[in-house]
């Protein structure tokens, strides 16, 4: 989050900044005020500093020069935005983090060795989504045992009994996204269908 210091050398900045724009084009206050339907006297406080630059006003100067918006207003360049994944090893899985600020929802990508595949069921207080990747991910939730296919979701509150994992065919790749009790994200699995007992 920006300092609240910075937002306000930013909007310092706005004022001056218009009133060169419309000077290196050599346009008149009056012919702005004709082009966007602001007064004179506003653009005036507004390229002067002494009025507080809002939408309602950059919108139709951005539109009356025919710039974008951030260019008014000064906005940052956008820096690099790929995340730099370190991989974590937890109880034999490999566990990266997509989130990197604290906060109510936690995103994580995890590879599930084909050996994680005796349950221990657990509980703790949140909402769980997860989103199967690759492999076949057996899900056991309360008396729920169900087996996920890449492309299958799964969402379930996690005061309950659930564990996951392989169904020892081999790794299972997901991603899970962990979420503060009643913040419920997506589509429910469907349960795999049991077999049909033998007469």
Known sequence: MEHPSAVAAALAEVGPRLKRL???RGVTLTALAEATGISKSTLSRLESGERRPGLELLLPISQAHQVPL?????????????????PKHVNGNVVLPLT??????????????????????CTHEGYEWIYVLSGRLRLILADHDLV???????????????WFGSTGQGPVEILSLLGRQGERMHVRARPRPRDKPAH
């Open 148 to 162: 996920l296919d890449p492309g299958e979701v799964a969402e379930f509150d996690t005061r309950l009994p659930h």
């Open 22 to 24: 419309r000077t290196e």
């Open 100 to 121: 990197r600020q604290p906060g109510p929802l936690q995103a994580f990508k995890m590879v599930l060795p084909a050996t994680r595949a005796a349950p221990e069921p």
């Open 70 to 86: 951030d260019e008014l207003v000064g906005a940052p360049e956008v820096g690099d935005p790929r995340v730099r994944l370190t």
